[in-house]
């Protein structure tokens, strides 16, 4: 159990609301913090222009002539972001308003309160579900801090103390206008907007290495002219370079493959654990690639997230409600030999993934020291 002391002035404000979550959560006490501080602050409406997309009947089509890439709000905040879905342009008429800048906040509205996003410059090519919130910032901020700021502790438990709905939370853009913004010093504003824009910069570099290392092993099997077909790949990678195990907790190097799921959505799609999530718990039906040195995770995971790498990765699946894969269909997947230049740019992008978790838990962690520490 947990104790928390409430002050009745919070009770009042909120209209007597009576629900411990937003109380314990520390979402007043965040907000009292920053009211009593002695900095200057705005109201989130004062700062940026909030707003979702709208609601629209979403017609998918598989000819990229002719369509956009789609990003469900449970996509938007991958590293290896999926093109599966794609909307037809022509029978889209809302399109431009589904489309994100360079520098917006996204916030997720629905389900899961709160998730944030610094929309990167690959995110600008593809339509966002309206069920991510768009932050796009006035001239009078910096748009990597507030960012940072909508990522700390304190506004995120603003943010979920915000929510309404009996059945799927949800918050809407006039439920978090008046969240107070403080603005630091413009030289403090500046270096957490330095570190937010170099993890931006940093995660679109990776993506665009691995998207060379992908396109490397895809023309190994020659034309793929079904959007479904297995496919078959070359080499396999040594056993001795391949420690599969599945305990409950992930470590800095693991490779996570998704172990059910829509065999054409999540399953079999691999997340790199670096050293932001080192240690974590994880679900049972995650497993987890553990490779013996560097080279080989880079790899490993570059082929997983090719197009011919998944394939060769469901040809192992089965079930058909929810299907599933294995360890020991994980551990049979072939993995084509990469040649040198192309090792040095996969281990890079490992290299740039960290750099980028580095440098925004950096700018997230410093502004809730400064918020917190001149109180």
């Known amino acids: ?41 705005f109201p989130l409406e004062k700062v940026a222009r909030l707003f979702r997309g709208p609601l629209h009947k979403r017609y998918f089509i598989r000819n990229p002539a002719r369509s956009i890439p789609y990003l469900a709000a449970s996509d938007v905040t991958k590293a290896d972001l999926p093109r599966d879905m794609r909307l037809s ?3 889209t008429s809302v399109l431009p308003i589904l489309k994100v800048e360079s520098g917006w906040t996204l916030i997720s509205s629905a389900g899961t309160i709160g998730d944030t996003t610094y929309v990167r410059e690959e995110l600008t090519e593809y339509a966002i579900s309206q069920d991510m919130l768009r932050v796009a910032p006035f001239k009078n901020i910096l748009s990597g801090y507030l960012f940072a700021y909508l990522s700390t502790r304190g506004a995120q438990a603003l943010l979920r103390f915000r929510t309404y709905g009996s059945v799927v939370d949800r918050i809407e853009p006039k439920h978090i206008a008046d969240l107070p913004v403080p603005l630091l010093a413009p030289t403090q504003q500046q270096n957490i907007h330095n570190l937010v824009v170099s993890a931006s910069q940093a995660r679109t570099d990776a993506n665009k290495l691995l998207k060379d290392v992908a396109e490397y092993f895809n023309s190994l099997v020659g034309p793929m002219t079904s959007t479904h077909d297995h496919v078959r790949t070359i080499t396999l ?39 932001r999530l080192d240690g974590w718990a994880s679900s049972h039906d995650l497993f987890r690639i553990r490779a013996s040195n560097i080279t ?65 838990e950096q700018a997230i962690r410093e502004v809730e020291q400064w918020v917190n520490s001149l109180h």
Do not use: C
């Not at 056993?239 to 399953?267: K, M, N, P």
């Not at 599933?324 to 996969?346: C, T, W, Y």
């Open 296 to 360: 080989s995770t880079a790899r490993i995971y570059a082929f997983l997230r090719s197009d011919s790498g998944h394939r060769a990765m469901l040809r192992h699946s089965y079930g058909t409600s929810i299907p599933h894969v294995n360890p020991e269909g994980i551990a049979s997947v072939r993995v084509p030999v990469l040649p040198d230049f192309l090792v040095v740019k996969a281990t890079r992008a490992l290299q740039l993934i960290e750099q980028a978790d580095a440098d925004e």
């Open 89 to 91: 342009i022509a029978l």
């Open 1 to 41: 159990m947990k104790a928390f002391i409430a002050k009745s002035a919070w009770v009042e404000e909120e209209g007597l609301r009576l629900d411990a979550k937003g109380y314990a959560e520390g979402a007043l006490a965040a907000r009292s913090n920053i009211l009593e501080g002695p900095w200057p602050w």
């Open 237 to 275: 990678i040594k056993s001795s370079q391949l420690d599969y195990r599945f305990e409950a907790r992930v470590r800095s190097g693991d490779i996570a493959i998704q172990g059910s799921g829509q065999r054409y959505g999540l399953l079999g799609r691999p997340a790199y654990i670096g050293k």
